[in-house]
């Protein structure tokens, strides 16, 4: 069924009250004062409502803006942290597999989505708060690799840096696929995908 709007139903009743008040003002001019008040109290009331009710379709609509926003941003860093984590499977080099990652377009990603996701609230500011942790740790050991200066030259160190790195990666991938599930054609990294060193990539516990 229809619903009819408010505004409808309403502007009738006031004619009507305004019709009323003029023909009692016509014969108890005494009382034209009270048919004025209570007219202007309902016309104030009207706009006030209509106001109230205008304001909060806006409301509603840039939420809804931001929810898709957030959803689309949040579902392009997690593909990103995806690929990333799979193109550690097709390289050998790990300070190559590092300069690769694009940490400047992931960093604006993750600023977006927590900065909305705080501003809506909810489950999905928790999961964005801890998927921005997780890429900052990740980011802290994809730097590493790749500072000429301060890299470990220990291919051991290395891996150890490049495994704790996947592991945030994956770890800021499962915390934004909270915000952004995956679509029916997409697959989720393998949980046991293993990289050259035979290290298992599994979100880390306790790395520092």
């Given amino acids: ?3 009819v709007p408010f505004s409808v139903m309403v502007v009738p009743l006031l004619l009507i009250l305004a019709g009323l008040g003029i023909g009692l003002g016509v014969q108890a ?17 009207y706009y006030a ?15 809804a803006g931001m929810r898709h926003r957030l959803e ?3 579902r392009l860093a997690r593909r990103s942290c995806d690929a990333t984590i799979i193109a550690n499977t097709y390289s050998n080099v790990i300070p190559d597999w590092a300069r690769a ?8 990603q993750f600023l977006e989505i927590r900065t909305l996701a ?3 609230g909810g489950d999905d500011s928790v999961h964005a708060t801890r998927a921005f942790e997780d890429f900052l740790s990740a980011a802290d050991r994809v730097n590493l690799l790749t500072n000429v200066e301060h890299a470990p030259l220990v291919l051991t160190e290395q891996d150890v840096a490049r495994t704790q790195a ?4 994956r770890a800021a991938s499962d915390a934004l696929q909270e915000i952004a599930p995956r679509l029916g054609d997409e697959h989720p990294v393998p949980a046991g995908n ?4 035979g290290t298992r990539l599994s979100p880390p516990s306790g790395a520092p």
Avoid: C, K, S, Y
């Fill in 1 to 3: 069924m229809r619903r």
């Fill in 29 to 45: 001019p005494e009382h034209m004062d009270v048919w004025v008040t209570a007219l202007a109290t309902a016309a104030l009331t």
């Fill in 49 to 63: 409502f209509t106001e109230a009710r205008r304001n909060q379709r806006q409301d509603e609509g840039r939420e």
């Fill in 72 to 74: 689309a941003v949040a």
């Fill in 101 to 108: 990652i694009r940490l400047d377009v992931l960093q604006e």
């Fill in 118 to 120: 705080g501003q809506l």
């Fill in 166 to 169: 996947l592991g945030f990666f």
């Fill in 194 to 197: 293993t990289g050259p060193a």
